[in-house]
C-alpha cells in the first residue's frame, strides 16, 4: 500500500484494512493474510491511547509519518502490531487484532516473529512487513463496527465504535 492510504484518520483507516493483506517475509518466505479485525486509537483526546498524556519514549514513534510500525509490549509478553496513521505530530494508529487464520494480536505477532525490532520502521517491503491489496472487494455491510476491546480504564472512550471486525 502506498504511504497515502495512511496518511488518513485511523478511524477510515482501521475500516478500510479490513480485507486488505498484511504480508510478512520471514527467512526469504512471503506469508500474506488477510486483515479480519483492527482497532484506531486517535490522538490526544483519546484516553485508551498511549499518546492521551503525551510523547514519551514508548509512543514517540506515533508522533510520526503514517506508515511506520508501532510495536509495543502488552502484559510482559504480548507484542501489538499497530501502523501509524494521519499527519506527523498528530498521534494516532491502527492495531491490528486478527487476521484470516490467526485470532488475537498476540497470536498473530507471535506467529510472525513480529518483535520490537520492527517499532519505528516503515511498513514496507524493506522493513519485511507490508500491507498490499490483493483485490478482495469488502463491502461495508460485512464489516461490524464495535466499542473497542480491553479498555475499560477509558471512561468515555471506552465506547467509542473504533474497532472493526469482518463478518462471516
Not at 490526544?44 to 491511547?49: C, G, P, Q, T, V
Request: charged share 30%; aromatic share 10%.
Amino acid at each position: 500500500m502506498e504511504k497515502s492510504f495512511f496518511n488518513h484518520s485511523a478511524v477510515k483507516v482501521a475500516e478500510e484494512l479490513i480485507g486488505k493483506f498484511l504480508v510478512r517475509n520471514m527467512k526469504g518466505k512471503e506469508c500474506a493474510y488477510m486483515i479480519t479485525e483492527t482497532e484506531a486509537y486517535d490522538g490526544f483526546e483519546d484516553k485508551a491511547s498511549h499518546a492521551y498524556r503525551g510523547k514519551t519514549k514508548r509512543n514517540e514513534v506515533m508522533f510520526r509519518d503514517a506508515g511506520h510500525i508501532y510495536i509495543y509490549l502488552t502484559y510482559g509478553m504480548h507484542n501489538m502490531l499497530n501502523i501509524v496513521t494521519g499527519d506527523k505530530g498528530y498521534p494516532a494508529a491502527v492495531l491490528i487484532r486478527s487476521v484470516n487464520e490467526i485470532s488475537g494480536p498476540g497470536r498473530l505477532t507471535k506467529k510472525l516473529s513480529i518483535t520490537k525490532t520492527l517499532n519505528t520502521k516503515l511498513l514496507e517491503e524493506n522493513s519485511k512487513l507490508w500491507i498490499e491489496d490483493r483485490g478482495v472487494k469488502i463491502q461495508k455491510r460485512q464489516i461490524k463496527q464495535t466499542p473497542r476491546i480491553g479498555i475499560n480504564y477509558a471512561c468515555e472512550w471506552t465506547d467509542k465504535p473504533y474497532r472493526f471486525i469482518l463478518e462471516d
